[in-house]
């Protein structure tokens, strides 16, 4: 009960990592860096910027801190781990050589092909012409074509093309007006593949792992995957694609083949390891890998993670997550993302929130925009909050949760009414 704990980030996803471990036998105090109003409700907030590597090891130096877990990916590119492992601090989150799944799409894509790991067919591309070759012979296929920017563009660098012209202006962006900066100094073409996302989390200490719930995310801002992308609008546990044979296949074909190919190539990879997945008919394949929690995946996973949070995290960042039998919680989790007016487009903030004195048992609110002013909760981002609940089936999980949304309001709250859509179909629940 006497371990002190850093907490990098300052989402709802980390206000999720900080409740959870708030409940852990082991922890004694809790530091977020630079954390939010909420997690400041159970954390002690230190105003210090996630990616500020200097200045975090330093602080956990200082402070005798026996773990750190990284929310974002920003400081683990960065080589936080790096620096705190050399620092003799033990943090939970990949080391930059290993970061770099996530951190470079061609070489996610090569790592994939060189070992035999299921993914669209690609080509990557330092010249425009070549690149938009490639895309024009997927069009001549019959084929679509996706463009993803190399490295990190916050979300947007990546085009699902409708037709060629699309795909060529997409590359010429990339490429030429260098839309995303240096992230786009290398591009991928992909064919496109048709079917379900699923978002699939494996916990690793480099050697073994555990995995976590399977989850999907709602990526388009408004209900029925209309409109542009966002960080994500909502999730829920355990989508009915995700059968037991086909998380199966995922942890053999997938996870297993590229935490060894991480060994081999030099790049022990430990941390969370969350696949973006498509599911094809031809079997589950790889469109991306993160190198932290997904956000607003964590808020319905860890909430589903009966264990002990800390135990699990100290178990991967020493080694020792083989010892480890997660429980998981049953029943299902949804989480339901309320964004300020205009978002993912310009928005304002400081917009007073109102309903969060009362909450419903089974709900959770985790915060993300949000400042205090003057004593009064106002939004400060885009995502403002994430409303979570837990229910004993995903329908009576989504009732309550939108029970629970309907008691909160700030100026231009808006959110998707159709969370769990696809389950709902598979199930032929309501819509
Ligand atoms: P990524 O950052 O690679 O996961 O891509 C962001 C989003 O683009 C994914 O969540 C998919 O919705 C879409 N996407 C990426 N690659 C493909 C692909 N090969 N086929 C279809 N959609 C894709
Ligand atoms: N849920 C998408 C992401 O965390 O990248």
């Known amino acids: 009960m006497n371990k002190k704990v850093l907490v990098i980030g ?23 860096a630079p954390g939010n109003p909420g997690i400041g409700s159970l954390a002690q907030c230190v105003d210090i910027k996630a990616d500020d ?20 990916e920003a400081p683990l590119m960065k080589g936080l781990a790096d620096e705190f492992v050399a620092a003799g601090l033990k943090v939970f989150g990949p080391s930059a050589r290993a970061a770099v799944i996530e951190g470079s799409k061609v070489f996610t894509k090569d790592l994939c092909r060189k070992y035999g790991v299921p993914t669209a067919a690609y080509g990557a591309f330092t010249d425009v012409d070549a690149a938009v070759e490639f895309a024009q012979q997927l069009y001549d296929a019959g084929k679509r074509a996706v463009i993803k920017a190399d490295g990190l563009a916050a979300g947007k660098g990546v085009i699902v093309s409708r037709d060629l012209e699309e795909a060529c202006e997409a590359i010429e962006s990339i490429m030429l ?80 083949p590229v935490l060894a190919a991480m060994q081999a190539e030099g790049r022990t990879y430990q941390g969370v390891l969350y696949g973006g997945l498509m599911l094809p008919e031809q079997g589950p394949q790889v469109l991306e890998f993160n190198a932290r929690f997904g956000d607003p995946e964590a808020q319905v996973l860890i909430p589903m993670i009966k264990s002990d949070l800390y135990e699990m995290l100290e178990e991967a960042a020493s080694g020792r997550i083989s010892e480890l039998r997660p429980e998981l919680e049953e029943g299902s989790c949804v989480c339901v993302v309320l964004a300020s007016g205009g978002y993912p487009g310009t928005f304002e903030r400081g917009k007073p929130i109102s309903g969060l004195d009362d909450i419903l048992p089974g709900c959770m609110v985790f915060q993300a925009g949000t400042a205090c002013q003057d004593g009064q909760l106002v939004t400060d981002g885009g995502r403002v909050l994430s409303v979570v609940s837990r229910g004993a089936d995903l329908q009576s999980a989504l009732d309550l949760v939108y029970r629970q949304i309907e008691r909160i309001s700030f ?21």
């Open 411 to 431: 100026e231009g709250m808006h959110y998707r009414r159709d969370i769990a859509h696809r389950a709902l179909k598979h199930q032929g629940g309501r819509p």
């Open 10 to 32: 300052q989402g709802a996803r980390e206000h999720a990592i900080v409740w959870k471990l708030a409940s852990s036998n082991h922890v004694g105090q809790i530091f977020a």
């Open 53 to 72: 590597v200097a200045g975090l090891k330093d602080f956990a130096l200082s402070n005798q801190i026996d773990l750190t877990v990284v929310g974002p």
């Open 177 to 256: 007006d260098k839309e995303f900066g240096s992230a786009g100094d290398q591009v991928v073409v992909e064919e496109c593949l048709d079917g379900e996302e699923l978002s699939f989390f494996a916990v690793t200490d480099g050697q073994d792992f555990i995995t976590l719930l399977p989850a999907q995310d709602h990526k388009r801002v408004f209900d029925n995957d209309e409109g542009p992308n966002t960080g994500g609008m909502g999730a829920y546990v355990n989508p009915p694609v995700a059968t037991p044979e086909l998380q199966e296949r995922i942890i053999k074909e997938i996870i297993k």
